[in-house]
């Protein structure tokens, strides 16, 4: 018996899992394109906009997979990743590393661009956090935001992404007041600044806690538009060893506790992880009530 699990923020049990497998014996020509677009489409699965949720779906896909639940056709296409670093190499951001210094008024007003997908800004967002970012960057997976930072003169000088909240976070979830089915229900009401980057070769003083409330300022209005729904609270991992979170605490984040030095697929406790503080910004004052039901 197939116990219950939740994925992507949906409820996967022996039911669905023989859904999966009837469908793949049925039509055993599909890839895991159209068979994630069928499981939309029998689910009425959609974001807020009505827009089929699809990506959560292949990566719902690949993890029960990796659970042994289902087996999944080959990928049609694999990116090459020779191919990906030509393309990070060819945006040409090392013509663009003049130092930048002194004060934030003669950088400001800083532009908050968001990056759309397919745009010449998209490029350049790639490539600065790939190259630059110490995690680096891959293909994000579900509902996200990335923004672009520049000066005055059109410099950029930084970038943000934010994407899906972390599964479990002990003292996250404490300070908010969620139980399991509270946080199941709620959690993709709120966000993870995922990637932050002020550039290498800028050194500004309080550039980072400027752009960062700049961003928090926009963030649910620009969540709204793109997935028809609102988000009300922030979060963020920062390395204790690495960062000492000071923009963060200076745009007004409060750190609410820290990781247990766990990954999320350490299901055995027994993968260790570099410990992080855990900060959270509350994007307006009712957002307990939004997000406790």
């Not at 002020?198 to 700049?214: K, Q, T």
Request: aromatic residues 8%; proline residues 3%.
């Amino acid at each position: 018996m197939v116990k219950s699990m939740v994925m992507q923020g949906r409820e996967v049990g022996a039911a669905e899992i023989e859904l999966i497998r009837a469908l793949q014996a049925e039509h055993g020509e599909w890839g895991r394109t159209r068979l994630s677009e069928e499981l939309c489409r029998r689910w009425d699965w959609r974001n807020g906009r009505g827009q089929a949720k699809d990506m959560a779906a292949r990566t719902l896909l690949v993890k029960l997979e990796r659970r042994g639940h289902i087996r999944l056709p080959e990928r049609r296409y694999k990116p090459s990743g020779r191919r990906r670093k030509t393309a990070v190499a060819s945006v040409g951001v090392e013509e663009q590393r003049t130092p930048i210094g002194g004060p934030l008024e003669a950088l400001r007003p800083i532009s908050v661009s968001l990056v759309r997908a397919g745009s010449p800004d998209q490029r350049v967002f790639n490539a600065l956090l790939e190259k630059y970012h110490y995690l680096g960057h891959r293909r994000t997976v579900g509902e996200n935001l990335g923004y672009l930072f520049r000066d005055r003169q059109g410099r950029e000088v930084g970038c943000a992404l934010f994407g899906s909240a972390a599964w479990k976070c002990a003292d996250r979830d404490e300070w908010i007041g969620w139980d399991r089915r509270s946080r199941e229900t709620k959690l993709g009401l709120m966000t993870n600044n995922t990637r932050f980057l002020i550039l290498p070769w800028v050194s500004v003083p309080h550039l980072a806690s400027h752009v960062l409330s700049c961003v928090a300022r926009r963030l649910c209005a620009d969540w709204q538009r793109k997935y028809g729904h609102a988000i009300h609270l922030v979060e963020t991992f920062v390395e204790r060893e690495r960062f000492l979170g000071t923009c963060y605490r200076a745009a007004n984040w409060v750190r609410v506790g820290q990781t247990r030095g766990r990954t999320r697929n350490d299901r055995d406790r027994s993968i260790r992880a570099t410990v992080k503080d855990v900060y959270v910004l509350a994007l307006n004052n009712n957002f307990r009530r939004e997000l406790c039901p």
